[in-house]
C-alpha cells in the first residue's frame, strides 16, 4: 500500500511537471506541501501559470476546489460564508463560503485589505471558521495556495507576519527562460482557447494524501540534522554572531514555528524521494523557501541590498551541516 501510494504521488509530480512548463521547482514545493500539510504562498508577476498550476494539483489529487479572487471590496464574510434568517421559524442558518472546500486559491491575496487578509488565519492556523456564536470546521484535507503581487506594484497590502508565519512555504516566480517561453506559446497555440488549460487526471484522493502524511510522521530525523535545522532557524535570531555587518538587518528572525515547518518539510521530501530519512540536502534544499517569509527586515537592509534570501544562504554557507 505504501509503495502504491508513493509511486501515485510521483506520477502526480510527473503529470504537473508535463502541463507547467518550467516551474519544476514550484510543482516539487507544492507536492511537498501538501505532504506536510502545509500552505504555500506564490509570488511573481501575472502570467506564469500560478493558477494552472494549482488547478492541476487540484485535479490530480481529485480535491474540492475553489479560487476566490481577493479585491478591494471584498468583504470576510465573502470567505467564510455568513449566518442567514429564516423567517419561517426566526431562526439562523449558517450559509459556508467557499473557503470550505479541501483546497483554496487565495488568488492576489494582497489586493485585498487587511481585515479579509485574517479572515484566512483562523482558517489556516485552525482549520476552522468562527462565525457569531458558532465554530465550524473545515474539511479534514484543507489547503491554501494564495498568490500574491510583488509588493512594488500600485494597490497591494503587505501581508500581516501572523499570516505569512501560517504559510509552509513562500515561493518566487521568475519569467521563464526563451527555449520555455517558446515551449509555452508553442502549446498554447494548439489549445482552442489560446491558453494554457490544466487537462490533469486525476491520480490520487484526498484521503490518499492523508494516509501519506501519517507515514511522513515516520520519517526518521537524525538527532544532528534535527540540531542543525534548529541551529540555523536560531541564527537568523541571532545575526551578528555570522556576519558583523549584518547585525541590524534583522528586526525579527525567524520563531520556532519556522524550526517546525524545516523539518516537516524535510521530512516530506524525503517520503517524496522515496526515503524513510532526512539527509542534510533535504534541509539545504528547501530552508530558503520555508525561511524568507518569516525574516522581517530593517528598512536599512533595503538601503544595503540584502535581501532575507541572501541572508538564509550566507547562514548555510557558514554553519556547519552534520
Not at 285 to 292: H, P, S, W
Amino acid at each position: 500500500m505504501t509503495e502504491l501510494l508513493t509511486s501515485a504521488l510521483t506520477s502526480l509530480q510527473t503529470q504537473l511537471e508535463t502541463i507547467i512548463v518550467g516551474q519544476k521547482s514550484l510543482l516539487e514545493r507544492m507536492v511537498i506541501a501538501t505532504l506536510a500539510g502545509g500552505h504555500v504562498l506564490l509570488e511573481g508577476p501575472p502570467g506564469l501559470a500560478k493558477t494552472t498550476a494549482v488547478h492541476a494539483l487540484a485535479t490530480g489529487i481529485d480535491a474540492d476546489y475553489h479560487r476566490i479572487q481577493f479585491t478591494p471590496d471584498l468583504m470576510p464574510s465573502d470567505l467564510t460564508g455568513s449566518e442567514i434568517y429564516q423567517p419561517e421559524n426566526g431562526s439562523f442558518s449558517f450559509n459556508p463560503g467557499p473557503v470550505f472546500n479541501q483546497i483554496v486559491l487565495a488568488d492576489e491575496l494582497n489586493r485585498a485589505p487587511p481585515k479579509v487578509q485574517s479572515a484566512l488565519l483562523e482558517a489556516m492556523a485552525e482549520q476552522q471558521v468562527s462565525v457569531g456564536n458558532h465554530t465550524h470546521a473545515l474539511p479534514e484535507f484543507f489547503m491554501v495556495l494564495a498568490t500574491q503581487n510583488p509588493l512594488e506594484q500600485f494597490g497591494t497590502y503587505p501581508l500581516p507576519e501572523a499570516l505569512l508565519d501560517r504559510f509552509l512555504f513562500k515561493c518566487l516566480l521568475d519569467y521563464p527562460g526563451l527555449e520555455e517561453e517558446i515551449e509555452i506559446s508553442r502549446r498554447a497555440r494548439q489549445d482552442d482557447k489560446g491558453h494554457l488549460e490544466a487537462s490533469v487526471i486525476a491520480q490520487m484522493k484526498p484521503a490518499d494524501i492523508l494516509a501519506l502524511r501519517r507515514l511522513v510522521n515516520e520519517v526518521h530525523v537524525e538527532p544532528g540534522i534535527e540540531s542543525y535545522a534548529v541551529r540555523l532557524v536560531a541564527a537568523t535570531r541571532n545575526l551578528k554572531n555570522y556576519h558583523d555587518s549584518w547585525a541590524g538587518l534583522v528586526k525579527t528572525g525567524a520563531s520556532p514555528r519556522g524550526s517546525i515547518a524545516l523539518l516537516r518539510a524535510a521530512m516530506s521530501r524525503a517520503l517524496l524521494m522515496k526515503r524513510d530519512y532526512v539527509i542534510p540536502e533535504d534541509i539545504n534544499e528547501l530552508a530558503v523557501d520555508v525561511l524568507r517569509h518569516r525574516l522581517i527586515l530593517d528598512l536599512s537592509a533595503e538601503a544595503e541590498g540584502v535581501s532575507a534570501d541572501d541572508i538564509i544562504r550566507h547562514l548555510l554557507n557558514v554553519i556547519d551541516a552534520p
